[in-house]
């Protein structure tokens, strides 16, 4: 168990993060500047306000659980690169908020579950949004389930909901 009165784990530089078991924090369970994260499927990684935060060049691959108010914040100010998030077939990623929040390009494979819970929840919230949605894949928000500001490009073969919108561009 890894837990912080702030976070679980900050890393400001490059870095790996490798979860096995449980990782907490009061405001974000791990942020991640430059790297990666690796939340296998015993993993669990849970913060009050962010799940995980990712910052600039970073990627995620999650079997296990992510979750907080909002599951996945992705805030790569420093250039134009995307984030790329495997969810696997035992994933799950939840927020109240949003599931994943992106301010720029999201590149998502999901195969899991990825879910907004509040009323007004967007699943998939981002800038542009590249989405491969696999047969046991679920993305579900309480409004919508994929929300971009630019464009969206999705393929899908399992479940994308919202009370309001499935995709909303």
């Not at 995980?52 to 992705?74: H, P, Q």
């Not at 390009?105 to 967007?122: E, K, P, R, Y």
Request: hydrophobic fraction near 40%.
């Amino acid at each position: 168990v890894i837990s912080g009165g702030r976070s679980g784990v900050d890393i400001f530089g490059t870095g790996t993060v490798n979860n096995f078991g449980t990782i907490t924090g009061v405001n974000a369970g791990a942020t991640v500047q430059n790297g990666e994260v690796v939340n296998m499927s015993t993993g669990s990684i849970t913060g009050g306000q962010f799940g995980v935060v990712l910052l600039d060049v970073t990627k995620l691959s999650n079997a296990g659980t992510i979750s907080g108010e909002r599951g996945i914040v992705i805030r790569n100010l420093n250039g134009d690169t995307s984030v790329g998030i495997s969810n696997t077939g035992a994933g799950s990623i939840v927020g109240a908020i949003s599931g994943i929040e992106s301010l720029r390009q999201l590149d998502l494979f999901n195969f899991g579950s990825i879910s907004a819970t509040d009323v007004g929840g967007v699943a998939v919230k981002s800038a542009t949004a590249n989405v491969t949605n696999g047969i046991t894949g679920a993305i579900t928000g309480g409004e919508t389930g994929i929300a971009a500001q630019a464009r969206a490009t999705v393929s899908n073969a399992g479940l994308i909901s919202g009370q309001t919108f499935g995709i909303s561009v």
